[in-house]
């Protein structure tokens, strides 16, 4: 079946300018989280939705950074007033609901933004 | 979640026989070891998961010690497209428990 999809697989913009990254969970799966890496990093947790409950944003680097699921299946992460230091692969995953023996995270090919 | 330490990197030759190690010490009883690999430019894509027991799939065996502090995957035939970063990651299943990822260990597949 199809895997997490995500979108634009690359984005450039300007530094100041905000952004908007999309991903497609595996359906079915209600978990999704989105992570970042940095060049030469570790991938780094950022946020995470579980069915209506209020998500986890724990990791977001900064108040300019915000996310929405809409509908339990798509999500957005937003970035504002885009900094060159937000340049990174941005990686969203999805599972099964955890708690139920399925919890493995299927990530997707993630999207390269690049603020200039 | 438990800290996990793998060698920075490891060579392997074309259709022998990869063995990643990592270790667990501090593992909790309800902790899993999970392993993820990442192939350049790519997403991590999940390779296998176990709690006690030694698991097997397509692509890879698990081998887990019986005091569950360190642990082994097995790549049986190792090919060019198996080099990769490879992540060994121990987190408990429970609501919203994310991927804590560490450096991981480079394998270089060599022809």
New interface residues.
Partial sequence: GAG?SQSPSNKVTEKGKDVELRCDPISGHTAL?W?RQSLGQ??E?LI?F?GNSAP?KS?LPSDRFSAERTGGSVSTLTIQRTQQEDSAVY?C?SSFE??Q?K????????TRLLVL | DAKTTQPTSMDCAEGRAANLPCNHSTISGNEYVYWYRQIHSQGPQYIIHGLKNNETNEMASLIITEDRKSSTLILPHATLRDTAVYYCIVRVMEYGNKLVFGAGTILRVKS
């Fill in positions: 997490v989280y992570y570790g991938l947790f995470y579980q986890d990791g990686l995953a955890p708690g023996g919890e493995t995270q299927y990530f997707g090919p993630g």
